[in-house]
C-alpha cells in the first residue's frame, strides 16, 4: 500500500490529511470559547463577560507570537533538513535558542521587578502592589 505525502502521490489527499487535526482543534477551542462566554455571562453577568473579554486578547497575543515562532522554525529546520545543510540546521538551533533565552530572561526580569524596585529604596507608593 503506497502512502501519500505531501511532496508525491496525491498531494491532496495528504495535505487534507495534515490539516483535519489542526481544523478540529481550531473548532475544539472555539467551542471552549462560546461555552466559557455563556457560562460566565449568565453567572457574572455583562461586567465578568466584559472583564474576560478584555483580557482575551491579552492572553492569547504571547501564545500566538510562540505559535508563530515555532512555525517559523519548522519552515526554516525542513528547509536545511530536506537540503542536508547541517550548518544552516545548526544556525537555525542556534537562533531559537537565543529567542528562548530572551524570552526567559525576559520574565524573569518581569518576576523580579517589583522586588527590584522595592530594593532600590523606591518610596512605596510609587511601586503599584498586585
Known amino acids: 500500500?503506497?502512502?501519500?505525502?505531501?511532496?508525491?502521490?496525491?498531494?491532496?489527499?495528504?495535505?487534507?490529511?495534515?490539516?483535519?487535526?489542526?481544523i478540529a482543534g481550531s473548532l475544539i477551542q472555539q467551542l471552549y470559547?462560546?461555552?466559557?462566554?455563556v457560562i460566565v455571562g449568565q453567572f457574572t453577568g455583562k461586567i465578568g463577560l466584559a472583564a474576560i473579554d478584555s483580557v482575551h486578547t491579552l492572553f492569547k497575543f504571547p501564545l500566538n507570537f510562540m505559535n508563530g515562532l515555532a512555525?517559523?522554525?519548522?519552515?526554516?529546520i525542513s528547509?536545511?533538513?530536506g537540503?542536508?545543510?547541517?550548518?544552516?540546521?545548526?544556525?537555525?538551533?542556534?537562533?531559537?535558542?537565543q529567542v528562548f533565552w530572551e524570552l526567559s530572561a525576559q520574565?524573569?526580569?518581569l518576576f523580579f521587578l517589583h522586588g527590584?524596585?522595592?530594593?532600590?529604596?523606591?518610596?512605596?507608593?510609587?511601586?503599584?502592589?498586585h
Open 79 to 81: 528547509r536545511y533538513f
Open 116 to 129: 527590584c524596585l522595592i530594593l532600590c529604596l523606591f518610596q512605596k507608593k510609587y511601586v503599584q502592589d
Open 33 to 37: 470559547t462560546t461555552v466559557d462566554a
Open 1 to 22: 500500500m503506497k502512502k501519500d505525502s505531501l511532496i508525491s502521490g496525491n498531494i491532496g489527499k495528504a495535505l487534507l490529511l495534515f490539516v483535519l487535526p489542526l
Open 83 to 97: 537540503a542536508k545543510d547541517k550548518e544552516g540546521l545548526q544556525c537555525v538551533r542556534l537562533f531559537y535558542l
Open 107 to 109: 520574565q524573569w526580569g
Open 71 to 76: 512555525t517559523g522554525a519548522t519552515i526554516m
